[in-house]
């Protein structure tokens, strides 16, 4: 859908706040806490943006760009070609990042992964639950969204690296707390050190988001052909080793939305019928995965050699 950049605010260093609105005026569609845009920017991948604003303010959207030192084209394209009264083309809003219920959270953020977490401030406060965040950056000057954030008082911690060092993720979650749930989203070696910290904390504690998908050894799934059934056809296709599943839909002519390919942004999510997934995603949680009710893809296989899918 075509929407209206409303303003281009600069919120740090390297850091623009992009409002965007309907040309008609009328309402946006709902969204929660967690929940990105897709930017489909001219000559430039599409890229995933964290909704930063109030999920209740239906008039408008608010994303959080930092302008990547190597970008590819979407970050530059905001920061230097985008201006107020510009169409811009969007999908979504998607969300693979939901903050669940729970009486207790602890929120880690990195440098622009502050912006998915600042809507679920506001919705722990307002259910009334305790809370804590600790946010790193490089430095004081480069960290967005800070003049909001003061309104928490002793709840935030703000860190910059250059005064601060690393993340004291030690103090932080070194102690495994009952009924708290801890969501992080930042750069990967930060999510590593979070997930490290995590290992003796409950299963499902904790929740990520990732801007990349990390290193991944190649699977033994891999190894071997795949047959996809098409249940709403009958349809039957042959997947090779080295071709994706989504290779292979997108070969014999099946629409698929796809976007990032990296297993990240949850846009290639197809229905499981049959068959038990191999799941190489960074957005389903453990339960979903269990489930084998749906899949990425663009990067999931099999754990057998056939899969029926609901498509």
Same mark, same amino acid.
């Given at each position: 859908?075509?929407?209206?950049?409303?303003?281009? *605010?600069?919120?740090?260093?390297?850091?623009?706040?992009?409002?965007?609105?309907?040309?008609?005026?009328?309402?946006?569609?709902?969204?929660?806490p967690g929940a990105h845009l897709d930017l489909r920017l001219p000559g430039a991948p599409t890229r995933q943006y964290s909704l930063c604003g109030d999920p209740s303010?239906?008039?408008?959207?608010?994303?959080?760009?930092?302008?990547?030192?190597?970008?590819?084209?979407?970050?530059?394209?905001?920061?230097?070609?985008?201006?107020?009264?510009?169409?811009?083309?969007?999908t979504g809003p998607r969300n693979h990042f939901r903050l669940e219920p729970a009486p207790a959270y602890v929120f880690v953020a990195g440098g622009i992964g502050i912006?998915?977490?600042?809507?679920?401030?506001?919705?722990?406060?307002?259910?009334?639950?305790?809370?804590?965040?600790?946010?790193?950056? &490089?430095?004081?000057?480069?960290?967005?969204?800070?003049?909001?954030?003061?309104?928490?008082?002793?709840?935030?911690?703000?860190?910059?690296?250059? *005064?601060?060092?690393?993340?004291?993720?030690?103090?932080?979650?070194?102690?495994?707390?009952?009924?708290?749930?801890?969501?992080?989203?930042?750069? @990967?070696?930060?999510? *590593?050190?979070?997930?490290?910290?995590?290992?003796?904390?409950?299963?499902?504690?904790?929740?990520?988001? &990732?801007?990349?998908?990390?290193?991944?050894?190649?699977?033994?799934?891999?190894?071997?052909?795949?047959?996809?059934? /098409?249940?709403?056809?009958?349809?039957?296709?042959?997947?090779?080793? @080295?071709?994706?599943?989504?290779?292979?839909?997108?070969?014999?002519?099946?629409?698929?939305?796809?976007?990032?390919?990296?297993?990240?942004?949850?846009?290639?999510?197809?229905?499981?019928?049959?068959?038990?997934?191999?799941?190489?995603?960074?957005?389903?949680?453990?339960?979903?995965?269990?489930?084998?009710?749906?899949?990425?893809?663009?990067?999931? &296989?099999?754990?057998? &050699?056939?899969?029926?899918?609901? /498509?």
């Amino acid at each position: 859908m075509p929407l209206v950049v409303r303003s281009l *605010t600069l919120e740090a260093a390297g850091v623009l706040a992009v409002e965007l609105v309907d040309p008609d005026g009328e309402p946006l569609p709902g969204w929660e806490p967690g929940a990105h845009l897709d930017l489909r920017l001219p000559g430039a991948p599409t890229r995933q943006y964290s909704l930063c604003g109030d999920p209740s303010d239906r008039s408008r959207y608010r994303l959080g760009v930092l302008r990547e030192p190597e970008s590819r084209g979407g970050s530059a394209y905001v920061h230097d070609v985008l201006r107020p009264g510009d169409l811009v083309e969007v999908t979504g809003p998607r969300n693979h990042f939901r903050l669940e219920p729970a009486p207790a959270y602890v929120f880690v953020a990195g440098g622009i992964g502050i912006t998915p977490i600042l809507p679920m401030l506001a919705d722990a406060t307002a259910a009334g639950a305790d809370w804590t965040l600790l946010y790193g950056g &490089r430095s004081a000057a480069s960290m967005a969204f800070t003049a909001e954030l003061a309104a928490y008082g002793e709840r935030v911690r703000l860190w910059p690296q250059d *005064t601060h060092g690393l993340l004291d993720l030690d103090a932080l979650l070194g102690s495994p707390r009952a009924g708290t749930l801890v969501y992080a989203c930042g750069p @990967e070696p930060l999510l *590593t050190a979070v997930e490290q910290r995590m290992a003796r904390w409950p299963a499902g504690a904790l929740h990520l988001e &990732r801007f990349a998908a990390p290193a991944t050894e190649r699977g033994p799934a891999d190894d071997q052909s795949l047959e996809l059934v /098409l249940a709403d056809s009958g349809r039957m296709l042959q997947v090779p080793p @080295e071709q994706s599943v989504l290779d292979a839909l997108l070969e014999a002519g099946v629409e698929v939305v796809h976007d990032c390919r990296e297993g990240i942004c949850g846009s290639c999510e197809v229905k499981v019928v049959e068959g038990e997934v191999d799941h190489r995603d960074h957005v389903l949680s453990e339960a979903e995965r269990a489930a084998h009710g749906c899949m990425m893809v663009c990067v999931s &296989r099999a754990c057998g &050699r056939r899969l029926v899918l609901g /498509l």
